[in-house]
């Protein structure tokens, strides 16, 4: 059964970088069906995609932070990361990582399975 | 790109039908998925392409699209569906987007 774990820090000063890794069990992250992706929940908020990523490296990233935005990926090591740079109060969240399907032209995509979650604060 | 819009909130009582709007220009092209989040939990996905049930997902959850409008239907709502429902996306433009959510509450 595939399982996905998120690990990193869970307190970020204001201006720092958030790094964040997502362990994936019980399968490889080298398939060709499937993106990997990272997701996040603000306290009292919805859910926020922030980017995915293809075994070879390549990515999608939400417009509206891809300048703060990396995603990588560790074939060897069957994980990939998130960093997200100059953190501010506002990126306090619940971060998550998944699996991400597709079909073909993306015409129908989702989020399965879904990691534990790591909650990130950003306090100086 | 678009939005997808959900309303916020949705009541049911116990073993009666509960139906979760999703509506968004997009989805006249593209399929919906649907996520179940209940608080401390990580979200479970219920329904992708429009109607497909992950293994492990009881079949009162059901999905369907119709133009521009996906809709989540859950049968017999039980006290334990209680929880947010997110619909989500795909968009050319801003390619993954997540509907508001909807609390359903059962009472």
């Known amino acids: 059964q595939l399982q996905l774990e998120e690990s990193g820090p869970g307190l970020v000063k204001p201006s720092e970088t958030l790094s964040l890794t997502c362990s994936v069990s019980g399968g490889s992250i080298s398939t060709t069906s499937h993106y990997w992706g990272w997701i996040r929940q603000s306290p009292g908020k919805g859910l926020e995609w922030l980017g995915s990523?293809?075994?070879?490296?390549?990515?999608y990233y939400n417009p509206s932070l891809k300048s703060r935005v990396t995603v990588s990926v560790d074939t060897s090591k069957n994980q990939f990361s998130l960093k997200l740079a100059s953190m501010t109060a506002a990126d306090t969240a619940v971060y998550y990582c998944?699996?991400?399907?597709?079909?073909?032209?993306?015409?129908?995509?989702?989020?399965?399975?879904w990691g534990q979650g790591t909650l990130v604060t950003v306090s100086s | 790109s678009y939005d997808l819009i959900q309303a916020p909130s949705v009541s049911v009582s116990p073993g009666q039908t509960a139906n979760i709007t999703c509506s968004g220009r997009g989805l006249g092209d593209n399929y919906a998925s649907w996520y179940l989040k209940k608080p401390g939990q990580s979200p479970v996905l219920v329904i992708y392409?429009?109607?497909k049930r992950p293994s492990g997902i009881p079949e009162r959850f059901s999905g369907s699209r119709s133009g521009n409008t996906a809709t989540l239907t859950i049968s017999g709502t039980q006290a334990s569906d209680e929880a947010d429902y997110y619909c989500q996306a795909w968009d050319s433009l801003t390619y993954v987007v997540f509907g508001g959510g909807t609390n359903l509450t059962v009472l």
């Open positions: 998944a699996r991400h399907g597709y079909t073909s032209a993306w015409y129908a995509n989702w989020f399965d399975p």
């Open positions: 990523i293809y075994y070879s490296g390549s990515t």
């Open positions: 392409q429009d109607t």
